[in-house]
């Protein structure tokens, strides 16, 4: 079995000023458009306030009650699949990035944006075995332009069954509930309980009755066609009920049914809601260098190298490259191209801190690559969609100065019914408003619209919907990119469990539980270690977190050291004295400390950081030798 060394904690800090962009903004903004999203009954608490209750006759005709949920895009459906995957990407973000985030104050309303897409699928999974994946046809309402509180529109509910399966519907959707499980372990272990529940009984009845959705609900096949077919979604499926569960079973699922079913065969350069197999592939990559893959290390190492391969596409260093615009942007295709761009930004993202974690580099074709040059592809993507283009524009409705005006979205560009009540028909909507050039009455705040073409050329036109329609899915990936561009790393390691802090989102039906109250970590009686500098070199410590284990009281200390001179610092050698534990992120050079073996040298104005964990006050961390050249 292959072992890994405990992870290391390092990443180059990128000085604020060089950000650019305000990412705790744009998080902020990117959450809050998942409220002009929902449908059903709004609750009390709705920010989004020129939205009403809309759909609230959905499944009545079918006997099932499917009220709420997400509106897709920019129409009035309530597809499946994308619903899915979008929750699924939501949750991840929150799983890797939830500290970061309730750091920035918007991990409640990530979560709440969380439990309006599985309170939902809870509803639409009345049996084991049957699960409605569609409500509304995209036929009938892209023939209508009317805001969803009006909405005239056939509203038939379509679902699968063991007589008209769907696994990769099913497959996403126990993903979706299975990743949601963790993020609500902690804070409302009860609903954590029910969605795993929820996840098992999915993903048993995608695996049984096999066989595509669209071939089921044939209607979606216009809109969102499972090219892929079903494997990558069991596999993905699979890998989120491990992590979910840590049930063996579904390693041993991954480990049987790799080879078989294209987990460590496909090498892809588009990850989204249609193709998972490089979101499962980054998965088990995580498993692996975590040391969970046991025998099954061959295969998940097959898995590691198709995940490097699509890391290595979007650097422009593998063996077949993604396409990028003269600005930078990926570009996979005309029609809302941006949702490739998040998604693979947020693997990016992810890859990077598991590689920093496990003290490894990107294997390329064309070389080694450091982690942090691929957390610096995803910062270039994102700061693309904020505004770093030759178009100067913001693809995030909302943010900065110059974003569309006239989004391909019903319900922004239709007055609020709040406002003015008189109903939209049909055909009116599109003769009176789809037709205005003027800007939407209500803004769409934090809508990523799927963005330019191949040559940054982009067109804010309401009828552009290649370029102007916003979507759940664009969205989902960005929280998790934002919040960890806007709050750093923290610190911690992202291969060993992370827990998501417990927040108290404020929900109106029904009410949250009450929270048990928590006894703050006692602190060491005597402080850490105040800053020191020695000449060039500042060195600040801090207390990060601490834990009780077997009757005894752990803490943990981060510790930055920063070249402050003008010149790049090399041969740094630190003294550590009254170290008690395991230190993570410097080599031991018997006597001192020195780079550790990714780094030769710390450019100027840049910091490293290094952690330890011991049962004791922070340890003395002094400069015993270093050069500047």
């Given at each position: 079995?292959?072992?890994?060394?405990?992870?290391?904690?390092?990443?180059?800090?990128?000085?604020?000023?060089?950000?650019?962009?305000?990412?705790?903004?744009?998080?902020?903004?990117?959450?809050?458009?998942?409220?002009?999203?929902?449908?059903?009954?709004?609750?009390?608490?709705?920010?989004?306030?020129?939205?009403?209750?809309?759909?609230?006759?959905?499944?009545?005709?079918?006997?099932?009650?499917?009220?709420?949920?997400?509106?897709?895009?920019?129409?009035?459906?309530?597809?499946?699949?994308?619903?899915?995957?979008?929750?699924?990407?939501?949750?991840?973000?929150?799983?890797?990035?939830?500290?970061?985030?309730?750091?920035?104050?918007?991990?409640?309303?990530?979560?709440?944006?969380?439990?309006?897409?599985?309170?939902?699928?809870?509803?639409?999974?009345?049996?084991?075995?049957?699960?409605?994946?569609?409500?509304?046809?995209?036929?009938?309402?892209?023939?209508?332009?009317?805001?969803?509180?009006?909405?005239?529109?056939?509203?038939?509910?379509?679902?699968?069954?063991?007589?008209?399966?769907?696994?990769?519907?099913?497959?996403?959707?126990?993903?979706?509930?299975?990743?949601?499980?963790?993020?609500?372990?902690?804070?409302d272990p009860a609903y954590s309980s029910e969605l795993l529940?929820?996840?098992?009984?999915?993903?048993?009845?995608?695996?049984?009755?096999?066989?595509?959705?669209?071939?089921?609900?044939?209607?979606?096949?216009?809109?969102?066609?499972?090219?892929?077919?079903?494997?990558?979604?069991?596999?993905?499926?699979?890998?989120?009920?491990?992590?979910?569960s840590g049930n063996q079973h579904y390693l041993d699922y991954?480990?049987?049914?790799?080879?078989?079913?294209?987990?460590?065969?496909?090498?892809?350069?588009?990850?989204?809601?249609?193709?998972?197999?490089?979101?499962?592939?980054?998965?088990?990559?995580?498993?692996?260098?975590?040391?969970?893959?046991?025998?099954?290390?061959?295969?998940?190492?097959?898995?590691?190298?198709?995940?490097?391969?699509?890391?290595?596409?979007?650097?422009?260093?593998?063996?077949?490259?993604?396409?990028?615009?003269?600005?930078?942007?990926?570009?996979?295709?005309?029609?809302?191209?941006?949702?490739?761009?998040?998604?693979?930004?947020?693997?990016?993202?992810?890859?990077?801190?598991?590689?920093?974690?496990?003290?490894?580099?990107?294997?390329?074709?064309?070389?080694?690559?450091?982690?942090?040059?691929?957390?610096?592809?995803?910062?270039?993507?994102?700061?693309?969609?904020?505004?770093?283009?030759?178009?100067?524009?913001?693809?995030?409705?909302?943010?900065?100065?110059?974003?569309?005006?006239?989004?391909?979205?019903?319900?922004?560009?239709?007055?609020?019914?709040?406002?003015?009540?008189?109903?939209?028909?049909?055909?009116?909507?599109?003769?009176?408003?789809?037709?205005?050039?003027?800007?939407?009455?209500?803004?769409?705040?934090?809508?990523?619209?799927?963005?330019?073409?191949?040559?940054?050329?982009?067109?804010?036109?309401?009828?552009?919907?290649?370029?102007?329609?916003?979507?759940?899915?664009?969205?989902?990936?960005?929280?998790?990119?934002?919040?960890?561009?806007?709050?750093?790393?923290?610190?911690?390691?992202?291969?060993?469990?992370?827990?998501?802090?417990?927040?108290?989102?404020?929900?109106?039906?029904?009410?949250?539980?009450?929270?048990?109250?928590?006894?703050?970590?006692?602190?060491?009686?005597?402080?850490?270690?105040?800053?020191?500098?020695?000449?060039?070199?500042?060195?600040?410590?801090?207390?990060?977190?601490?834990?009780?284990?077997?009757?005894?009281?752990?803490?943990?200390?981060?510790?930055?050291?920063?070249?402050?001179?003008?010149?790049?610092?090399?041969?740094?050698?630190?003294?550590?004295?009254?170290?008690?534990?395991?230190?993570?992120?410097?080599?031991?050079?018997?006597?001192?400390?020195?780079?550790?073996?990714?780094?030769?040298?710390?450019?100027?104005?840049?910091?490293?950081?290094?952690?330890?964990?011991?049962?004791?006050?922070?340890?003395?961390?002094?400069?015993?030798?270093?050069?500047?050249?």
């Open positions: 079995m292959e072992k890994f060394m405990t992870p290391l904690l390092l990443l180059l800090c990128l000085p604020l000023a060089l950000a650019g962009h305000d990412y705790g903004q744009a998080l902020s903004k990117s959450i809050l458009f998942f409220e002009a999203q929902r449908s059903g009954y709004l609750p009390h608490n709705q920010r989004v306030t020129w939205r009403a209750n809309s759909g609230l006759n959905d499944g009545k005709a079918s006997g099932v009650d499917l009220v709420g949920g997400y509106y897709d895009a920019g129409d009035n459906v309530k597809f499946g699949l994308p619903m899915a995957f979008t929750v699924t990407m939501m949750s991840w973000s929150i799983i890797e990035y939830g500290k970061q985030m309730a750091a920035s104050g918007e991990l409640g309303h990530a979560m709440n944006a969380i439990k309006w897409g599985t309170d939902y699928f809870i509803k639409a999974h009345p049996q084991p075995n049957v699960l409605y994946g569609e409500v509304g046809d995209g036929n009938t309402d892209h023939n209508c332009w009317q805001r969803p509180e009006d909405m005239t529109t056939d509203r038939r509910a379509y679902k699968i069954d063991p007589s008209n399966p769907g696994s990769d519907l099913a497959g996403e959707t126990a993903a979706a509930m299975a990743a949601a499980s963790i993020v609500f372990r902690h804070s529940r929820h996840a098992y009984q999915l993903f048993d009845f995608a695996d049984k009755y096999r066989g595509k959705y669209d071939s089921s609900i044939t209607v979606a096949q216009k809109y969102y066609r499972s090219i892929s077919g079903y494997n990558d979604e069991l596999l993905w499926a699979a890998a989120w009920l491990y992590q979910a991954l480990g049987k049914n790799g080879d078989s079913m294209g987990g460590t065969g496909w090498g892809m350069t588009e990850f989204g809601w249609d193709v998972k197999y490089p979101g499962v592939q980054t998965l088990v990559a995580k498993f692996l260098m975590q040391g969970k893959a046991g025998h099954y290390a061959p295969v998940f190492e097959r898995y590691q190298q198709k995940a490097e391969y699509f890391m290595c596409s979007c650097l422009g260093k593998g063996s077949r490259n993604v396409q990028k615009t003269p600005g930078g942007l990926i570009f996979r295709q005309r029609w809302n191209n941006m949702q490739f761009v998040t998604s693979a930004s947020f693997l990016a993202t992810v890859y990077s801190d598991y590689l920093a974690s496990a003290g490894r580099d990107l294997k390329c074709s064309a070389g080694n690559v450091a982690p942090a040059e691929l957390l610096g592809f995803a910062k270039s993507q994102v700061d693309y969609i904020l505004g770093d283009n030759p178009r100067a524009t913001s693809y995030m409705v909302g943010y900065g100065n110059n974003y569309p005006q006239r989004v391909h979205h019903r319900a922004s560009s239709i007055v609020s019914i709040k406002v003015n009540p008189s109903f939209v028909s049909c055909r009116g909507g599109y003769a009176t408003w789809f037709s205005s050039k003027g800007s939407d009455p209500n803004l769409l705040v934090g809508a990523v619209v799927g963005g330019p073409d191949a040559y940054d050329n982009f067109g804010d036109r309401r009828d552009n919907y290649e370029q102007t329609e916003p979507a759940t899915y664009n969205n989902a990936p960005i929280l998790g990119i934002l919040a960890r561009l806007n709050a750093g790393h923290g610190g911690y390691n992202q291969l060993l469990p992370v827990i998501v802090p417990a927040a108290n989102p404020v929900v109106a039906k029904p009410s949250p539980a009450p929270k048990p109250k928590t006894i703050p970590p006692t602190k060491p009686k005597t402080t850490p270690a105040p800053a020191s500098s020695s000449g060039p070199i500042a060195i600040q410590q801090k207390l990060t977190t601490s834990w009780i284990s077997n009757g005894k009281r752990y803490y943990r200390y981060s510790t930055i050291v920063t070249n402050k001179s003008a010149k790049t610092l090399k041969n740094l050698k630190l003294s550590i004295s009254k170290l008690y534990g395991p230190l993570w992120g410097l080599t031991n050079l018997g006597n001192a400390y020195g780079f550790p073996s990714w780094l030769n040298n710390l450019p100027a104005g840049k910091s490293l950081e290094f952690v330890y964990i011991h049962t004791a006050n922070a340890a003395d961390v002094s400069v015993s030798a270093y050069t500047l050249a």
